[in-house]
């Protein structure tokens, strides 16, 4: 398989997941009664990231995993030039 190829299907993939993960928040939160819903988000714009949250904790998170997404990107760039 091409590099391309694969990349194409990790992609397929990583969406289908996340298509799935919302599904299955939706259903477990839809049958425990009472929740709490609480979100953040993080847009990658190349290397910069924009991030967002509806409190402390979702935005913490959200920068975390901003960080470590910059991080990939840089190793990604990296290891493309090598190549």
């Known amino acids: ?12 993939a990583l969406i289908l ?11 477990v939160s839809a049958f425990s009664g009472e929740s709490e819903v609480q979100g953040g988000g993080v ?6 990231p924009i991030v967002f949250g509806t409190n402390r904790g ?3 998170l959200a920068m975390i995993l901003a960080v470590i997404l910059m991080a990939l990107w840089i ?7 090598r190549g």
């Open 1 to 12: 398989m091409m590099r391309g190829e694969t990349l194409i299907g990790a992609g397929i």
């Open 17 to 27: 997941i996340g298509f799935l993960l919302v599904f299955i928040g939706t259903i």
């Open 43 to 48: 847009i990658m714009i190349g290397p910069i």
């Open 58 to 60: 979702a935005l913490t």
């Open 75 to 81: 190793l990604g760039v990296l290891l493309m030039r």
